[in-house]
């Protein structure tokens, strides 16, 4: 068959919860340098060090240096740990990651335009797991008040995008499939349907997260949206590769 009637498609390596430490430094570097040999961008998917600590971020960034694609990532809660996670952005921008919060971004890769909107996101429960908005710490009620907040901006940088491709990348999950595994009792904690929704209506292609430590990789929104949960404790490996074709 000739070259010019072969698919056309974006490899997307992704992985989430490198909880980046003094323990684990250098685990991911050596797969990430040859990166390029298995995808063609590297997306991020928050809790990227263990407790947002700059001696950690200083860490990550030696890990990500120079690589040979594309990476672009979002915070996750552990990176705003100690209130630093505007420093951590910046100190990754500064070596060429693209940092997405509420935002998106273009990027042309073999010949497609490949649009990926990024959030934290945050927790609100899903249908059958209500979360609990109004009760408990402070930070558990402002966790609950940012996933539907955070929805709305992803539907937003997702509707700014006028690619052959879109991603919808946050560090909670959008869906409880992909919770499964976890205590359903904690379930609210870890996403909302609310970035299901925004997922659903802001037509993107893939769905990434990570978060649920004990979940599970592969699910779906209500819409029929892939979703994966890319968490590195999920895929015990350094990443997992998706191959995307342009919507026909």
């Given at each position: 068959m000739p070259a010019e009637s072969e698919q056309r498609s974006i490899r997307i390596a992704?992985?989430?919860?490198?909880?980046?430490?003094?323990?684990?430094?250098?685990?991911?570097?050596?797969?990430?340098?040859?990166?390029?040999?298995?995808?063609?961008?590297?997306l991020?998917?928050?809790?990227?060090?263990?407790?947002?600590?700059?001696?950690?971020?200083?860490?990550?960034?030696?890990?990500?240096?120079?690589?040979?694609?594309?990476?672009?990532a979002v915070l996750g809660n552990h990176d705003h740990d100690h209130k630093l996670g505007f420093r951590i952005s910046a100190q990754l921008s500064d070596i060429g990651v693209h940092m997405l919060e509420g935002t998106a971004i273009t990027l042309e890769l073999n010949g497609i335009r490949l649009g990926i909107a990024g959030v934290m996101g945050g927790s609100g429960g899903f249908p059958g797991y209500p979360?609990?908005?109004?009760?408990?710490?402070?930070?558990?009620?402002?966790?609950?008040?940012?996933?539907?907040?955070?929805?709305?901006?992803?539907r937003q940088a997702l509707d700014t995008l006028d690619t052959e491709i879109r991603v919808a990348l946050m560090h909670f999950s959008p869906v409880v499939d992909t919770l499964a595994g976890e205590p359903p009792k904690i379930y609210p904690g870890l996403g909302c349907q609310a970035l299901g929704d925004a997922v659903d209506?802001?037509?993107?292609?893939?769905?990434?997260?990570?978060?649920?430590?004990?979940?599970?990789?592969?699910?779906?929104?209500?819409?029929?949206?892939?979703v994966r949960n890319v968490s590195y404790p999920v895929l015990a490996r350094p990443y997992a590769l998706y191959d995307i074709t342009p919507p026909q």
């Open positions: 992704a992985v989430a919860d490198m909880h980046m430490r003094t323990a684990v430094a250098g685990r991911f570097r050596p797969e990430f340098l040859r990166v390029d040999e298995h995808a063609d961008v590297l991020l998917a928050g809790d990227l060090t263990e407790g947002g600590r700059m001696s950690e971020a200083d860490l990550l960034c030696a890990e990500l240096a120079d690589l040979p694609v594309p990476v672009v979360g609990t908005p109004d009760e408990g710490t402070e930070e558990h009620r402002a966790r609950m008040r940012r996933g539907p907040l955070d929805a709305l901006l992803l209506a802001g037509r993107a292609s893939l769905a990434i997260h990570g978060h649920a430590h004990s979940g599970t990789e592969n699910g779906c929104t209500t819409g029929g949206v892939p």
